[in-house]
């Protein structure tokens, strides 16, 4: 423990998790389910931090993944909702059955109106380090436009408080919807630049992002398009996020109010090995 063994172990397999050192040592943002302090506040403090490197050594997943997002949960807008929802993002080819496959906001005459894309990632507790997005080309309009914005911004955090979280998914259909007063951002990116190509545009983190509570926001900033009947749309084909979640053996639990989380051993999920 005092040669901080787990830590090193965290590190050497997750190198992702170096960012968050400072985070979980000294701004404390990761509490241990059933931990109890008995002895020197210094002795405890080692005791708990090794503890939590044990967990993320044994709870983080073995591999990076793309598959970071669970499910979609609201847009800013949305023009029309039965074909262009938020949805046919999380699709990854760009038509389905023939038909084209992407969600679309609602016209605008100002391109700089801005719009977001929330989502619910796999876990409470990830790492995250990348974010992939592929913008629309309009293949039936005329001069078939990329309806791209011109820069991209990410933010995670988490709901407000755990009893607004059932009004994150609300029944809505077209229009604009704003879900700003049940959530709190504690990571906002840079802007990433995109460009008006009809591809999967990859924007890689600084750093990667501890993100506690599992909600992430897409900004799309700029509309670079004026569409045939003098609005100005932004369209999107496909998000993907990529990191390092926990598996499901572990659990974060959000504290309410706070950055923080609880993490969980979910032992009836195991059957092989112990609790770390």
């Avoid at 700089?112 to 293949?139: A, D």
């Avoid at 911004?153 to 009893?163: C, D, I, M, P, T």
Wanted: charged share 25%; net charge negative; hydrophobic share 35%.
């Amino acid at each position: 423990i005092v040669n901080g063994f787990s830590k090193s172990l965290c590190l050497r397999l997750f190198p992702e998790t170096s960012s968050a050192i400072k985070a979980i040592e000294e701004n404390n943002v990761i509490e241990i389910s059933g931990f109890e302090t008995s002895g020197s506040e210094q002795v405890e403090k080692l005791k708990k931090n090794h503890r939590i490197f044990a967990f993320l050594a044994r709870g983080l997943a073995p591999s990076l993944t793309n598959g970071c997002i669970k499910e979609a949960i609201s847009a800013s807008s949305t023009d029309r909702f039965m074909e262009e929802n938020i949805h046919n993002t999380l699709i990854p080819e760009d038509r389905v059955d023939g038909m084209a496959s992407y969600w679309s906001s609602i016209g605008e005459t100002d391109p700089e109106v801005p719009e977001t894309l929330t989502y619910k990632l796999v876990s409470k507790l990830s790492f995250i380090t990348e974010i992939n997005i592929q913008p629309f080309q309009v293949f039936y309009d005329h001069g078939v436009p990329i309806c791209s914005a011109k820069a991209v911004r990410f933010r995670l955090g988490h709901v407000r408080e755990s009893k607004y979280e059932r009004y994150l998914f609300g029944d809505y259909t077209a229009g604009r919807r704003s879900i700003e007063d049940l959530v709190v951002w504690s990571y906002t990116s840079e802007k990433f630049a995109m460009v008006q190509e009809n591809c999967l545009q990859k924007f890689k983190l600084p750093e990667p992002v501890l993100a506690i509570g599992g909600l992430l926001q897409i900004e799309l900033l700029g509309r670079a398009e004026l569409a045939w009947n003098d609005l100005y749309y932004l369209c999107v084909t496909h998000v993907q996020v990529v990191g390092r979640p926990l598996t499901d053996d572990f659990e974060a639990e959000l504290i309410d109010h706070s950055k923080k989380c609880i993490l969980k051993y979910n032992p009836e999920t195991v059957t092989s090995m112990g609790p770390p």
